[in-house]
């Protein structure tokens, strides 16, 4: 551990692509690393790729020394193990750099030496487990969302494998891979990608005398996560890579989000030489990144240092966006707000109205301090107003928002039969053009056109760092000639830059080692007979199904730390409780009924 802790560490931003267009704009923005989609089989059904377009997005990313990682992190079923062995085997073969994954039959299969990460899916929260995955071969485990600092720093200190850590976004409500509702009501399998959501849905809390508690609210919707301000401390605790979540939101989120984190990581790095970025290049941003102005259901930190008072947004799932004031003045077509923001044409603003129900509306136009809807809405006075679409800053992510370039040094010098342009890049890679050429005096400094135009790499990979001019005479080179030589040793640059990026191989070990348990639950979730057999030869004697594979299922279909209880200031294990209730409790939704059972030793929820 001191020696880990100890070395200079690479850290990893680690951002979402939907596809492979927000995939390069995410490395444009300073991302490390992204994970995108497979062709079938991801956690995010609706966000699969072709080969070509991650082919497309990993030749792209190498040219930064930045990773592309193919998430393939759903419970696999027999019939499709042929048809997954063959999507790694592709993947390996275009340049992938590792594959998130859930199921374990797929270390059973006939695939390449590709590094394998462990998906937050495989419930990454216990340390023999989290050693067993290590042992087994795995490069790179995502830790549970619900770990706090003590814990992840214990984990740290007895593992050598790199641990990663969701940093924002959408958090789901139960233990990341031990959620079964949608399946249980809809037979959408959130462990194949299917989930529909009931943690969004609004529900009403029912004590066991029937009384409501609480009344059509969004009680297991919990708000995004957002841990930008305790960076450091996670990475001290030891995690190595910063995960973004978002495989389904749009570009213009994971521009603004990749160019936010991008931004604080660096200004770690800056005072801290322990620490080095994990890729090449210097990003700049056109545009002051804001989170509060992208999608967003107001911030928690979760469980990291301990436990937020508040976890849900209670009146709604969706995003009400930053506060803009409180309504001062109405008329038949327009309002006045209080309040400092500058609002814009085309703004989105919404609102709770007295029903607690969020609605929303469009301006149309602003004058003299007079906001003029496209329809009026019902407003009263002192009504709080939230931005959820900022048109300005829309626009500005809409255009070319960033770039990133690689540093330069050219060395132009003399050789006997002409001259030569040597470019050596930050990376240490290096490219050397020569040209035969008669040599003549020039008349005036030529120093200053040479610098001109060996700058001009506008459209390319590079920015010039350092120029060396290297000559015995004022020597005379024409434009032209400089211009073709910039463009030759750049071109023959990046073919370096190609060849000297190593693809990643997996450490595979000679025999499986023995898993914590002998018994496995549904919670392990062994769907296929190459799971099954792993665990056996790991040696596991008892294996339950997943519950996916069961008939009629009559397990608890939701795990969580999240406690409704605590939410509403019952909490068993405060001295003081704001009241007693009577149990068991129940949500209901539709013609749904759930009961509530607290694990308060555990600080565990089960929904049944």
């Not at 005398?209 to 450091?232: V, Y």
């Amino acid at each position: 551990w001191l020696e880990f802790m100890n070395k200079v560490r690479q850290i990893e931003l680690l951002a979402p692509a939907g596809n492979a267009d927000i995939g390069v704009e995410a490395i444009n923005h300073g991302a490390d690393a992204v994970y995108i989609g497979a062709p079938k089989f991801s956690a995010r059904a609706a966000a699969g790729n072709s080969l070509d377009d991650i082919r497309r997005l990993a030749d792209y990313a190498h040219l930064f020394s930045a990773k592309v990682y193919v998430a393939l992190n759903t419970i696999l079923y027999d019939v499709e193990l042929a048809k997954t062995e063959q999507i790694i085997r592709n993947c390996y073969d275009i340049g992938v750099d590792a594959m998130i994954i859930q199921d374990m039959g797929i270390l059973k299969l006939d695939i390449p030496p590709i590094p394998l990460h462990a998906s937050t899916q495989c419930d990454n929260r216990d340390i023999a487990r989290i050693k067993f995955l290590e042992n087994v071969g795995f490069s790179q485990i995502v830790l549970a969302r619900e770990l706090s600092l003590e814990e992840i720093h214990t984990i740290a200190k007895q593992t050598n494998v790199r641990l990663e850590a969701f940093v924002h976004g959408a958090l789901c409500v139960s233990y990341s891979g031990q959620c079964y509702i949608s399946q249980a009501i809809m037979g959408r399998s959130a462990n194949r990608g299917e989930c529909a959501q009931f943690c969004r849905m609004p529900y009403n809390l029912q004590d066991a005398e029937g009384n409501i508690l609480s009344s059509n609210k969004h009680l297991l919707s919990l708000k995004d996560l957002n841990q930008s301000e305790n960076l450091e401390l996670l990475l001290d605790a030891g995690i190595s890579s910063l995960k973004i979540e978002g495989r389904l939101k749009e570009m213009s989120y994971i521009k603004n989000i990749t160019a936010y984190y991008r931004q604080k990581l660096d200004a770690i790095f800056e005072k801290r030489t322990d620490l080095r970025r994990a890729s090449s290049g210097l990003v700049t941003h056109f545009f002051t990144p804001t989170p509060n102005k992208s999608f967003n259901r107001s911030f928690t930190t979760y469980f990291l240092n301990g436990r937020d008072h508040t976890l849900i947004s209670p009146h709604t799932p969706k995003a009400i966006g930053e506060p803009i004031g409180t309504v001062k003045t109405i008329e038949n077509n327009y309002f006045i707000f209080t309040g400092e923001k500058q609002l814009h044409n085309g703004d989105g603003i919404c609102f709770f109205n007295a029903q607690h129900e969020l609605q929303g509306f469009r301006v149309n136009r602003v004058e003299q301090g007079r906001v003029f809807p496209l329809e009026m809405p019902l407003l009263t006075l002192n009504t709080e107003l939230y931005r959820n679409w900022n048109n300005d800053f829309e626009k500005i992510l809409a255009k070319k928002s960033a770039e990133r370039k690689i540093a330069l040094e050219f060395l132009l010098e003399e050789t006997p039969s002409g001259f030569s342009l040597t470019a050596i890049d930050e990376d240490k890679c290096k490219a050397v053009i020569f040209i035969d050429l008669e040599k003549k005096t020039a008349h005036n400094d030529q120093s200053e056109n040479i610098r001109l135009q060996l700058s001009k790499l506008g459209n390319t990979l590079f920015y010039l760092n350092n120029l060396i001019v290297n000559f015995s005479n004022n020597w005379f080179i024409p434009s032209s000639i400089l211009s073709d030589l910039r463009r030759q040793v750049g071109d023959k640059l990046i073919l370096e830059r190609k060849k000297q990026y190593l693809q990643p191989h997996r450490i595979i070990p000679e025999h499986f080692p023995l898993f914590p348990e002998t018994h496995l639950s549904y919670l392990h979730n062994v769907a296929n007979h190459q799971a099954e057999q792993f665990y056996k030869d790991c040696g596991v004697e008892d294996i339950e199904p997943a519950f996916e594979k069961k008939s009629k299922p009559t397990h608890p279909v939701m795990f969580t730390k999240y406690c409704i209880l605590h939410e509403i200031g019952c909490c068993k294990k405060e001295k003081q409780p704001a009241k007693k209730i009577l149990e068991p409790l129940y949500l209901l939704t539709g013609k749904n009924r759930f009961q509530l059972r607290f694990d308060c030793q555990q600080c565990m929820m089960e929904v049944n």
